[in-house]
């Protein structure tokens, strides 16, 4: 593969923004013919947890649902949604394994499709992309 085909990202945070940044980077780098990986670690780990709904930051958390009803009106896919497009995409997810010991985490708490992956192993990938992302 060309380093131009490839595309990673980094995400450290939970935020409802730090959701929607990797899926649309991710879902439109792939459309463009990109294999994209995109790695969650510290807080990002959240991210990928079954059943998490992710809040816009600080005081701005109490708008998150206006925001999802804002996004609704606009025909903007949900995060929910965007993750599956991302997945049919074949967008790659992976959850930091050291995050996921210092946050309790264990595999069955990921949303499906997530492959756990060591530093080591997200920067092999990284250093033969022409572009990585760093969100958080």
Same mark, same amino acid.
């Given at each position: 593969?060309?380093?131009?085909?490839?595309?990673?990202?980094?995400?450290?945070?939970?935020?409802?923004?730090?959701?929607?940044?990797?899926?649309?980077?991710?879902?439109?780098?792939?459309?463009?013919?990109?294999?994209?990986?995109? #790695?969650? +670690?510290?807080?990002?780990?959240?991210?990928? &947890? @079954?059943? /998490?709904? !992710?809040?816009?930051?600080? %005081? $701005?958390? #109490?708008? +998150?649902?206006?925001?999802?009803?804002?996004? &609704? @009106?606009? /025909?903007? !896919?949900?995060?929910?949604? %965007? $993750?599956?497009?991302?997945?049919?995409?074949?967008?790659?997810?992976?959850?930091?394994?050291?995050?996921?010991?210092?946050?309790? %985490?264990?595999?069955?708490?990921?949303?499906?499709?997530?492959?756990?992956?060591?530093?080591?192993?997200?920067?092999?990938?990284?250093?033969?992309?022409?572009?990585?992302?760093?969100?958080?």
């Amino acid at each position: 593969m060309d380093m131009a085909d490839k595309f990673c990202m980094v995400v450290s945070e939970g935020g409802f923004d730090k959701a929607m940044m990797p899926l649309i980077m991710g879902t439109t780098a792939a459309s463009m013919g990109m294999e994209v990986h995109v #790695f969650y +670690t510290f807080f990002g780990l959240n991210l990928l &947890k @079954k059943g /998490n709904r !992710p809040k816009l930051p600080g %005081m $701005m958390r #109490f708008f +998150t649902g206006m925001m999802e009803k804002k996004m &609704k @009106k606009l /025909n903007i !896919p949900s995060i929910q949604e %965007m $993750m599956k497009q991302a997945r049919e995409l074949d967008v790659k997810f992976y959850a930091c394994s050291t995050s996921m010991t210092l946050m309790g %985490m264990k595999e069955s708490d990921l949303v499906e499709g997530t492959k756990i992956l060591g530093a080591s192993a997200f920067l092999n990938l990284a250093a033969d992309s022409k572009t990585t992302l760093f969100i958080g």
